[in-house]
């Protein structure tokens, strides 16, 4: 068997990469590990809980409407972090670039990852930088790990009966983004990246309420994650089509492309699970937030298995997890 | 200007792209950040000191006498956390791999990453995938990032005046094993890496006695390492060159090709600044672990500047740090 572009596209194909780590001996250092496929590991050190997790970056353009490389590689990582309720402290900055990569973009891309990192005052303190020869990478790639430490641990797969589901914003936005951006459709600049990071958002909404369950809708979108929290909670959740925030380009651009904005990935979105009676001082929080402006509550959770969206014209049909990203080197 | 190979390649020139990081604004999180350049960052949690570090690896070919891509990424930064005086817990892994790549050499490697991570205990917790368009990559490029626990931090700059300098084991293997597999060369089959996982070696020797700093000569090798811990210590450093061991067949590859063995990357090796009272117990521990059997004191610290290498024929000569290393794509 081959690896295939859907092999890192967040769906069900990538599957078949993470079975091949079933095989490591050791995936759990006393906390939540590598088997629990979250969005990071938690590691008990002295009497803190350590979150760490790590992704590496590869999109094109490097520079879109709303981002950059930089930028998306230091939000992934703290995205990731904060959904599992920790607040980042610190990330490392592992770069790959192609031989004859134009220093002063490079210098760009430092300059927009220290914008993020200063926005949630975390630090990048361990870094390394490879070269391979010309043609032998496209550009460059920038791989981040990061550590913080949780007070209250959120899985995602803690939902339950009776928890509102809330979405913190439009969905489909970056990807629609990166994918006008390459192909230089007209709509390209009335649609902009969401990318950001949202530790600080997150835990005003911790603090504010109970939170079940978190994920942010990366690769693979929010179908993606909420199937994944679905499966994961053992719960079935319904979904009103008309409640899901989509700006009227996103929707445009998804009607002429045949793509569904709810397959593609977010860069600053968060996916909660909330009791009901939280829903709403939780959902005043983020509105309230500058990240968190269109956010809305869309669905219930219920017993049962699998996600239904309530369409607008008073219809039903399921959301499945789709197999991978329709966007390639989306993040 | 653009990016080179020499960038990438550990010596004075890849002090251009560390450059570029020093406009982040934040690079410490209270314990050791990126400015010390050291070779990992700690971080204080609690009333633990957390050590981070993170290496990319894009070592060919993938597979070299000795070892692999996969053991390379899990002993690159296991042996970073050692140095710092830290014991391993828990590794990230972050894989960028090419379309078409053979799911059943990814296999492989990671069947490596396990033995290596289960020789140390040390336990993978968390990863991400991305795949790459065919010819945008070559093959595959693994990131890890690990963290760890220090009781006593071990830095590069502690060395004392009068401390006597100690290494591991022969130096320039894993650089020759890399080049002669890479070129096809007769003797290809009698050099093998070095590539292996120190930090139960480097705890034994720590419960031994007192180490004053610690270095792993990867990249630009003993020359780059040795030069690095002289200047941050603010000390002169003399080698003995009848003392430096090296295996007679990368004496005669290095002849060969005209390549200085004490440039080259080395896996699994480590440079030790001890007490001189402490050397000969240190060395004794060193030689009786499995990757320290060659272990030799070849120098000592004196007051002053620069590295002196008293040669076999009586007469002296710098120690210079190299631009880089001369093997491309080492690790």
Redesign the interface.
């Known amino acids: 068997?081959?690896?295939?572009?859907?092999?890192?596209?967040g769906g069900e194909v990538?599957g078949?990469?993470?079975d091949?780590?079933s095989?490591?001996?050791?995936?759990?250092?006393g906390g939540?590990?590598?088997e629990a496929l979250d969005d990071?590991?938690v590691?008990p050190?002295?009497?803190?809980q350590?979150v760490?997790?790590?992704?590496?970056?590869?999109v094109r353009p490097l520079f879109f409407p709303g981002g950059d490389i930089g930028r998306i590689s230091v939000c992934g990582t703290i995205n990731d972090i904060a959904m599992m309720g920790g607040r980042p402290?610190?990330l490392?900055?592992?770069?790959?670039?192609?031989?004859?990569?134009?220093?002063?973009t490079?210098?760009k891309i430092?300059?927009s990852?220290?914008r993020a990192?200063?926005e949630e005052?975390?630090?990048?303190?361990?870094?390394?930088?490879?070269?391979?020869?010309k043609?032998?990478?496209?550009q460059i790639?920038i791989?981040t790990?990061g550590?913080g430490?949780a007070e209250t641990i959120v899985r995602d797969n803690g939902l339950i009966p009776g928890d509102a589901i809330i979405v913190s914003g439009t969905l489909g936005d970056h990807g629609f983004a990166v994918l006008a951006s390459r192909e230089e459709f007209d709509f390209a600049d009335q649609i902009i990246s969401d990318v950001a990071p949202l530790s600080g958002m997150v835990h005003a909404a911790m603090n504010a309420g109970t939170i079940h369950a978190m994920k942010d809708p990366t690769r693979g979108g929010f179908a993606s994650a909420i199937n994944e929290m679905a499966k994961k909670s053992k719960v079935m959740i319904r979904i009103s089509e008309e409640e899901v925030p989509i700006r009227s380009s996103v929707r445009a651009a998804s009607q002429l492309l045949g793509i569904d904005p709810l397959e593609v990935a977010n860069e600053g979105k968060v996916v909660m699970g909330v009791p009901a009676d939280d829903a709403e001082t939780i959902l005043k929080v983020l509105k309230g937030h500058r990240y968190g402006k269109d956010a809305a509550i869309i669905g219930t959770v219920q017993e049962g298995t699998g996600v239904i969206m309530e369409t607008a014209a008073g219809g039903e049909r399921f959301i499945e997890t789709p197999m991978g990203d329709p966007v390639?080197?989306v993040c």
Chains 1, 2 share one sequence.
């Open positions: 068997m081959k690896i295939s572009l859907m092999h890192g596209a990538m078949e990469v993470v091949l780590f095989k490591i001996t050791n995936t759990n250092a939540i590990g590598l990071g590991a590691i050190i002295g009497d803190r350590v760490f997790t790590t992704d590496s970056h590869v402290l610190a490392s900055c592992g770069l790959i670039i192609e031989e004859g990569f134009d220093f002063d490079l210098s430092v300059d990852m220290d990192l200063s005052n975390v630090s990048l303190v361990t870094g390394d930088t490879k070269v391979m020869e043609g032998a990478l496209d790639a791989n790990a550590i430490v390639p080197r």
